[in-house]
């Protein structure tokens, strides 16, 4: 039995072919949506590509470019199609390619699918990137002389101004490490050289923050160093006072941005995916209708059209068939090595039956 099986007069194959015209050009609108945010995630990602460890979360935007760009090509295609089909003659052009069309649009809906469930999974991933990636170039936000690091104190500093965060998870990380160069340390004096030396790895650690890390609403002067001293500031008292540092960590404040962009764009791909499906549905009902047009003859006859000819069940187990007789297929070619003269005998019933290919009867040796 049928699956959504409708039946359709004239007027109405008509009316579908051309609303599915009208669909599919719409759909190509979609593709290029997809392929501009494909494109505009990639940048997100390249702008702050050196705080990141990983670089293969780039697969996420260059699968939305490319299914963006072969969303336009399908739809591009599937509208010249349906606006042929308004004449069932122009139809006949066609016919052996719409269901190839129809299977492979199929499965491209699973791609897009698979881009919309890409952008909520990639958190995770983004988050230990963040956190690898940032940890990395805190450590050389002193390395302004050395060739290749000397952009990162300022990325970093711009980045805890525009994000309004400070360190990688907070502000007490900037403690663990030397954030100042060692050019600009007085080495004359004794404190400094102290301070050296009781560390095991010869760093000068401090409690102290870059200038970055000040909350600018803040109406008091910034505190960025000696932060747990009470004594080294008037009026203070740093375990129950609101410091005025930003408090968010910079990875948590990226990922949230990030995560916007992803939970946004994959919005848009997932409405984009039951779109497709929409419009794949109707030209499947248009196939099948017409289809039946031409088995009556008559091209103003009504028709029926159906998304499955059988239910879902015999569907999955005449394809299982085909599949098992492909096997079939290919065990006899190795069989014979491709001589069709040489007879393989049946070895058992199992070999015969309309769902099963036909063996060659070895003759009888009387």
Not at 52 to 57: G, N, P
Not at 329 to 338: F, R, S, V
Request: contains cysteine.
């Amino acid at each position: 039995m049928a699956v959504l099986k409708v039946k359709f007069t004239k007027t109405k194959r008509d009316k579908l072919a051309q609303l599915l015209w009208i669909l599919n050009w719409i759909s190509v609108v979609t593709g290029v949506i997809l392929f501009s945010l494909g494109i505009y995630l990639k940048v997100e990602l390249i702008k702050r590509e050196e705080l990141m460890a990983q670089r293969a979360i780039q697969y996420v935007p260059n699968m939305l470019i490319a299914v963006g760009l072969i969303a336009c090509a399908i739809n591009f295609l599937g509208g010249k199609i349906c606006y042929d089909c308004v004449d069932s003659t122009k139809f006949l052009r066609w016919k052996l390619i719409l269901l190839p069309y129809i299977i492979c649009t199929f499965f491209f809906t699973f791609c897009v699918l698979a881009g919309a469930l890409m952008c909520y999974s990639m958190r995770g991933e983004l988050e230990e990137s963040l956190n690898q990636g940032l940890a990395e170039a805190m450590k050389f936000y002193k390395d302004t002389d050395t060739p290749g690091r000397c952009f990162l104190k300022r990325t970093v500093d711009m980045l805890q101004i525009e994000f309004q965060c400070c360190g990688n998870n907070g502000y007490k990380d900037w403690f663990q490490i030397q954030w100042i160069s060692s050019r600009y340390l007085d080495m004359s004096k004794k404190e400094v050289v102290d301070r050296l030396r009781s560390n095991v790895e010869g760093r000068y650690l401090m409690d102290g923050v870059p200038f970055s890390c000040c909350n600018t609403f803040s109406p008091r002067p910034c505190i960025q160093q000696h932060i747990t001293n009470n004594s080294a500031h008037f009026n203070y008292e740093h375990q129950t006072e609101i410091l005025n540092l930003w408090m968010k960590g910079c990875r948590q404040a990226l990922l949230e941005h990030y995560t916007h962009i992803m939970q946004s764009i994959g919005l848009t791909v997932l409405i984009t995916w039951l779109f497709e499906l929409s419009v794949l549905t109707g030209v499947r009902f248009l196939q099948t209708s017409l289809e039946n047009v031409l088995k009556h003859g008559d091209p103003n006859s009504e028709s029926e059209g159906w998304l499955l000819e059988n239910s879902l069940m015999e569907t999955a187990r005449i394809n299982l068939n085909i599949i098992k007789n492909l096997g079939k297929c290919n065990q006899i070619d190795t069989a014979t090595n491709g001589d069709p003269n040489i007879n393989v005998p049946c070895s058992s019933k199992a070999h015969y039956g309309p769902d099963n290919l036909p063996c060659k009867q070895t003759p009888d040796a009387s």
